[in-house]
């Protein structure tokens, strides 16, 4: 439920009233029951509480030891140049011949 901003036109006095979005607006001023404006507010703040909101938050246990074995995996590999790569690349993509 917002939290909406009053003021009295007829002696000044501002106050803060938390009500609901299908509540009627309030008319009178608590103090000297004057007419009230209700003024523009600039909301609240977007407050995340709680964890939940990185993508490291929702990994499974066992996804550090995977990626540890995947880096030694890689690292163990034969280095392969470059144009090695592009030979073993077109000779895979090349047409066969009957």
């Known amino acids: 439920m917002p ?7 007829k002696c000044g006095h501002r106050f803060e009233l938390f009500q609901s979005i299908k509540d009627a607006p309030r008319k009178t001023c608590p103090k000297c029951r004057g007419r009230v404006k209700r003024l523009l507010g600039t909301g609240a703040g977007l407050i ?3 964890s939940g909101f990185y993508g490291t938050d929702y990994r499974k246990p066992g996804y ?9 995996a890689t690292t163990n590999a034969p280095a392969v140049s470059k144009t090695e790569a592009a030979k073993s690349s077109e000779t895979k993509n090349a047409p066969k011949k009957d």
């Open 48 to 50: 995340f509480k709680g």
């Open 64 to 72: 550090a030891e995977a990626a540890k074995s995947d880096r030694g």
């Open 3 to 9: 939290t909406y901003e009053y003021e009295c036109q």
